[in-house]
């Protein structure tokens, strides 16, 4: 068994489409519409077949502490030491948050961890 996708509810669907698209060179699917409910989504992929589900609705909640837009984190797994220090310092001088690293972990990982333009915890690992 494998894991078909992941979803994330966003508040801005095409700057976050953007994102995955410029940082991690997703390639997007064409913009599905419900016109009864709202709701909206693309499907991302990735080039290892990873897709990620960007979805969106009419007065989605995004209260502190609720329920809200987003999901604990993704982590991308970018190849190599050298990746995660050159992507992390692309996206730090670009604007983005760093929260953590890039560093080793308790349980050896090497990752950096980043805010996407809605907050929400972005992982790359080497």
Do not use: W
Not at 90 to 106: A, C, I, N, W
């Amino acid at each position: 068994m494998k894991v078909d996708h992941l979803a994330l509810y966003v508040l801005d669907i095409d700057a976050m489409r953007d994102f995955y698209v410029d940082y991690f060179h997703a390639k997007p699917s064409t913009l599905y519409c419900n016109p009864h409910t709202g709701f909206r989504s693309y499907f991302l992929s990735f080039e290892d077949g990873a897709r990620l589900e960007l979805m969106t609705k009419p007065k989605l909640p995004n209260e502190e502490g609720g329920e809200r837009a987003g999901y604990a984190h993704i982590a991308f797994q970018v190849g190599s030491r050298e990746g995660v220090d050159a992507l992390t310092a692309r996206l730090k001088e670009d604007g983005f948050p760093v929260v953590s690293g890039p560093r080793t972990t308790g349980d050896g990982y090497y990752e950096s961890c980043v805010l996407d333009p809605e907050h929400n915890r972005i992982e790359m690992v080497g």
